[in-house]
């Protein structure tokens, strides 16, 4: 079964460092990735998406994420972490049909030391 | 343009009762999907709904659980004789097609407690 896993389930990092999250996915047929963020109490917000154009992928807020199919990973980053950056990440995997249907890791919750 | 309108926000059910979530998409959207997301873990498909259609279901537990989106009005995700293990958080998802390059927009999630 497909599956996404991501390493670590916190993360910490001080306020202006680089910012490392995680994400592998199993599969031999590319599927398309993402990343969403969620603040507490909140709905998902798309942070960026991976649909077999650029490798490297730039979205909102500073983040960007490498897809790299040697190594069926998409780790997201940020070069410097800003404390509104302080939520929980998903990565999420489509393996075709809609962009609604998707399958979550577990999350990442990241917290941003002053 | 109001973005994906869940309610309730939270809601409280004693065991055996019946839940009913609502979801109101954005305007424009007739593509539907539920996810459920149970603590500390991460979201899972329950089911995609076209307008009056059920496209997948293939995420929904055969008992209890059942979801529509009738032509008019906001979908429902309808939960029979709840019990504590469906505490949970509920998030609805709107589309305007269901092609890849169209993206998906969440609600803020309904928090359903069963006691």
């Known amino acids: 079964a497909q599956s996404v896993t991501q390493l670590g389930s916190h993360v910490s990092v001080s306020e202006g460092a680089l910012v490392l999250l995680r994400c592998n996915y199993s599969s031999s047929v590319p599927p398309y990735l993402f990343w969403y963020v969620q603040y507490p109490n909140q709905g998902l917000q798309l942070l960026l998406k991976?649909?077999?154009?650029?490798?490297l992928v730039k979205g909102i807020n500073g983040f960007e994420a490498e897809f790299k199919k040697s190594e069926t990973s998409f780790h997201l980053t940020k070069p410097s972490a800003h404390m509104s950056d302080a939520a929980e990440y998903f990565c999420?995997?489509?393996?075709?049909?809609?962009?609604?249907?998707?399958?979550f890791g577990k999350g990442t919750k990241l917290s941003v030391k002053p | 343009n109001a973005g994906v309108m869940q309610n309730p926000r939270h809601l409280v059910r004693r065991r055996g009762q019946e839940a009913r979530l609502r979801c109101s998409p954005m305007k424009g959207h007739s593509h539907v999907y539920w996810y459920r997301q149970l603590p500390e873990e991460g979201l899972k498909f329950m089911v995609y709904l076209q307008k009056e259609n059920i496209i997948d279901e293939s995420g929904m537990p055969k008992e209890r659980f059942s979801a529509e989106f009738p032509k008019e009005g906001p979908s429902i995700l309808r939960i029979q004789q709840v019990v504590r293990g469906d505490s949970a958080a509920y998030f609805c998802?709107?589309?305007?097609?269901?092609?890849?390059?169209?993206?998906?927009?969440f609600g803020q999630g309904t928090r359903l407690t069963v006691v």
């Open positions: 999420a995997v489509s393996y075709g049909g809609s962009q609604g249907n998707l399958i």
């Open positions: 991976y649909t077999s154009a650029a490798t």
């Open positions: 998802a709107s589309s305007s097609t269901g092609a890849m390059n169209t993206e998906a927009f």
